[in-house]
T-cell receptor, first 114, second 115 residues
Framework: AQSVSQHNHHVILSEAASLELGCNYSYGGTVNLFWYVQYPGQHLQLLLK??????LVKGIKGFEAEFIKSKFSFNLRKPSVQWSDTAEYFC????????????FGKGTHLIIQP | ETGVTQSPTHLIKTRGQQVTLRCSSQSGHNTVSWYQQALGQGPQFIFQYYREEENGRGNFPPRFSGLQFPNYSSELNVNALELDDSALYLCASRRERGLNTGELFFGEGSRLTVL
């Protein structure tokens, strides 16, 4: 069975600080990796995804993530956060076939202080 | 706005009752999946429907069942409700069956409280 671990449940940063949210997964085979974001009062939406190819993927709103296969990690980064980045962030993995759905981590609640 | 709409947005049931939640998928999307999100947790995969058939299921008991209709809308039914079924239920749709062929679009969810 797959599992996803997000290291920090709550993160508080000041505007313009750099962000890195950790995500590790356990699954030995081919994986697809995702970061989803949920802004206050809104639905879950996709930030970025990795299927294959370049392990450094860029998403919306200046976010990027790096897939490190040897470390089973897919950390999310942003060089300079804004107050509008305050949200819940979820890392998720699928085995690629699609029929088993996404396995999500517990989420990281990010608060950006102005 | 994703185009995935869910109803009702909130509901309260008592233990032992049955509930039906509804989802209208985004136009052109033929695959619908359902997730349960308990408070403070990430979403958990319940099952997926593709062309009106269940083609994937997570670790949920048979009292969680579903339907997909010819217009690709979907229902989630939960029988014999338990207190632990209290959660936000999310519907998500995408264009094709495989997760590597399309982005998953989520609705805003139905919040179920079981008393």
């Amino acid at each position: 069975a797959q599992s996803v671990s997000q290291h920090n449940h709550h993160v508080i940063l000041s505007e313009a600080a750099s962000l890195e949210l950790g995500c590790n997964y356990s699954y030995g085979g081919t994986v697809n990796l995702f970061w989803y974001v949920q802004y206050p009062g809104q639905h879950l939406q996709l930030l970025l995804k990795y299927f294959s190819g370049d392990p450094l993927v860029k998403g919306i709103k200046g976010f990027e993530a790096e897939f490190i296969k040897s470390k089973f990690s897919f950390n999310l980064r942003k060089p300079s956060v804004q107050w509008s980045d305050t949200a819940e962030y979820f890392c998720a993995v699928s085995s690629g076939g699609g029929a088993d759905g996404l396995t999500f981590g517990k989420g990281t609640h990010l608060i950006i202080q102005p | 706005e994703t185009g995935v709409t869910q109803s009702p947005t909130h509901l309260i049931k008592t233990r032992g009752q049955q509930v039906t939640l509804r989802c209208s998928s985004q136009s052109g999307h033929n695959t619908v999946s359902w997730y349960q999100q308990a408070l403070g947790q990430g979403p958990q995969f319940i099952f997926q429907y593709y062309r009106e058939e269940e083609n994937g299921r997570g670790n949920f008991p048979p009292r969680f069942s579903g339907l997909q209709f010819p217009n690709y809308s979907s229902e989630l039914n939960v029988n014999a409700l338990e207190l632990d079924d209290s959660a936000l239920y999310l519907c998500a749709s995408r264009r094709e069956r495989g997760l590597n062929t399309g982005e998953l679009f989520f609705g805003e969810g139905s919040r179920l409280t079981v008393l």
